[in-house]
């Protein structure tokens, strides 16, 4: 079993925090009713269920870097309830399409009650998002992405020229669908809070690589220094699961990274019209991500890559800061030299058709993840759903999930990746302008 690699610390969102100390790794022999690997969204979503319904019952969950620090801290911070290049024509039709964007619905509920139970500070803005593009070429996606929201409830609306240049503070952009239905968060913030939040049932370890999980009528999880025996076992890794041996021939992990600049001074942000905060998905699969935000600094992120490694040298960091650097002058010529104060990378986990994990794939043994880009929402319902479902509490919810469609087969390695990377490369081709 490959073994995660430890997270950069150059996420600024992450740097905004004050530190957090570690909690113990895990020594020793331990017997668990309940283990849970992976304190991402999903892991911390589903201790608290789990903690909840369990008051007087020890709830273990580990992580192999530090909880909540993960993909779950490194993503844009876009909490969103309908997705353009997902699209219905990813699922079997447009009632399944309704129902992906009802659990979308769901999971910002869930979110907004956890944020609202627990306290959580995390710069919640109910602002809409736009999906951006430099020319004209995607009028038509986006006229149709619109009609499709207008069907099903979701408000949304046309911006060209200066109606949209007024709204970012950038003529990048000529035309983008915007919609109501996405929050923007600080997503370090929101991931610590649901570390702070996990009740005294909860033990944490941390910094606690998964050597190898043997799973029978009870599951044996060996770590560097011991081991745990549990009845009960949730897998919530997302794009670690292929590393770990799961779901291998259905997921696969794509590498991204991001920088985020200083705060704009007071004349920047004049030369952009003191804009409020806003969020950009570009309309093209592979364009640039970008945030403005309310703390005025920009985020940019517009690379994916594949890596058997999962993770970024700090002289392959170097490289990509540059290429965000020219993608930020692009929108933003004013802005001559390097005001980058911190550049990260991160892990997403995709399939081919867009289909989720969520799965008991032995006895007492469940398996949750594959998000494609929408990790926020989707990764803390499935964690809750998850956790009821172990604990035997069927709900609509629930049922709407498993029905959903599964991840489609994927060939093997080498030629998983080669067919990747050329599918990158394509895609990077076609929106070489939009980053």
């Given at each position: 079993?490959?073994?995660?690699?430890?997270?950069?610390?150059?996420?600024g969102?992450l740097?905004?925090?004050?530190?957090?100390?570690?909690?113990?790794?895990?020594?020793?022999?331990?017997?668990?009713?309940w283990?849970?690997?992976?304190a991402?969204?999903?892991?911390?979503?589903?201790a608290?269920?789990?903690?909840?319904?369990?008051p007087?019952?020890?709830i273990?969950?580990v992580?192999?870097?530090?909880?909540?620090?993960?993909a779950?801290a490194?993503n844009?911070?876009?909490?969103?309830a309908?997705?353009?290049n997902?699209g219905h024509?990813?699922?079997?039709?447009?009632?399944?399409?309704k129902?992906?964007?009802?659990?979308?619905?769901k999971?910002?509920?869930?979110?907004?009650?956890?944020?609202?139970?627990?306290?959580?500070e995390?710069?919640?803005q109910e602002?809409g998002?736009?999906h951006?593009?430099k020319?004209?070429?995607?009028k038509e996606?986006l006229?149709?992405?619109?009609e499709?929201?207008?069907g099903i409830?979701?408000n949304s609306?046309?911006l060209?020229?200066?109606?949209?240049?007024?709204?970012l503070g950038?003529?990048?952009y000529?035309i983008?669908a915007?919609?109501?239905s996405?929050?923007?968060?600080?997503?370090?913030?929101f991931?610590?809070g649901?570390?702070?939040?996990?009740?005294e049932?909860?033990?944490?370890?941390e910094n606690?690589?998964?050597?190898?999980?043997?799973s029978?009528?009870?599951?044996?999880?060996t770590f560097?220094d011991?081991?745990?025996?549990?009845?009960n076992?949730?897998?919530?890794v997302?794009g670690f699961?292929?590393s770990?041996?799961?779901k291998?021939?259905r997921v696969?992990p794509?590498l991204?990274?991001?920088?985020?600049?200083?705060?704009?001074?007071?004349?920047?942000?004049?030369?952009?019209?003191n804009?409020n905060?806003?969020?950009?998905v570009?309309?093209?699969?592979m364009g640039?991500?970008?945030r403005?935000?309310?703390?005025?600094?920009?985020?940019?992120r517009n690379t994916?890559?594949?890596?058997s490694?999962?993770?970024m040298?700090?002289s392959?960091?170097?490289?990509r800061r540059?290429?965000?650097q020219?993608g930020?002058i692009k929108?933003f010529?004013?802005?001559?030299n390097d005001?980058?104060e911190h550049s990260?990378?991160g892990?997403?986990?995709?399939?081919?058709?867009?289909?989720?994990v969520?799965?008991?794939?032995?006895n007492?043994?469940?398996v949750i993840?594959?998000?494609n880009?929408?990790?926020i929402?989707m990764s803390?319902?499935f964690?809750?759903?998850i956790?009821l479902r172990?604990?035997g509490?069927?709900s609509?919810t629930?049922?709407?999930i498993?029905?959903?469609p599964?991840?489609?087969?994927?060939?093997?390695?080498?030629?998983l990746n080669?067919?990747?990377?050329?599918?990158?490369?394509?895609d990077?081709n076609?929106?070489?302008?939009?980053?």
């Open positions: 079993m490959k073994i995660s690699p430890n997270n950069d610390n150059g996420c969102w740097n905004l925090l004050p530190k957090r100390p570690s909690t113990p790794a895990f020594k020793g022999t331990k017997r668990a009713k283990l849970i690997i992976g991402g969204y999903s892991g911390l979503s589903a608290l269920t789990l903690a909840e319904n369990l007087s019952e020890e273990i969950l992580d192999a870097n530090k909880a909540g620090e993960g779950s490194r844009s911070g876009f909490l969103v309908s997705a353009l997902e024509l990813s699922d079997n039709g447009l009632d399944d399409y129902e992906k964007i009802n659990l979308y619905k999971s910002i509920e869930l979110a907004k009650h956890l944020i609202q139970k627990h306290n959580i995390c710069d919640w602002s998002k736009y951006a593009s020319g004209l070429q995607h996606k006229k149709n992405y619109i499709l929201l207008d409830g979701i609306q046309l060209e020229g200066n109606d949209l240049s007024d709204k950038t003529d990048f000529k983008a915007k919609t109501e996405c929050i923007l968060l600080q997503p370090a913030a991931a610590r649901l570390v702070n939040a996990l009740p049932n909860v033990t944490l370890y606690s690589v998964v050597k190898k999980i043997n029978g009528s009870v599951h044996k999880i560097a011991g081991e745990i025996i549990a009845d076992l949730i897998v919530a997302n699961m292929p770990m041996k799961i291998n021939n696969f794509l991204l990274s991001a920088s985020m600049t200083r705060p704009l001074t007071v004349d920047e942000q004049s030369m952009i019209g804009v905060q806003w969020g950009v570009s309309a093209s699969a640039a991500t970008v403005y935000t309310s703390d005025k600094r920009i985020m940019i994916v890559e594949v890596s490694s999962l993770a040298k700090n392959e960091m170097a490289k540059k290429i965000h020219e930020l929108r010529p004013f802005i001559k005001i980058f990260w990378s892990v997403t986990c995709i399939s081919a058709n867009n289909a989720n969520y799965q008991e794939i032995s007492n043994h469940w993840g594959c998000y880009g929408t990790g929402g803390t319902l964690g809750q759903e956790a172990a604990l509490k069927s609509k629930n049922k709407i498993e029905d959903r599964k991840a489609s087969w994927l060939p093997p390695q080498p030629f080669w067919g990747i990377r050329m599918r990158l490369a394509k990077r076609s929106a070489s302008s939009e980053n």
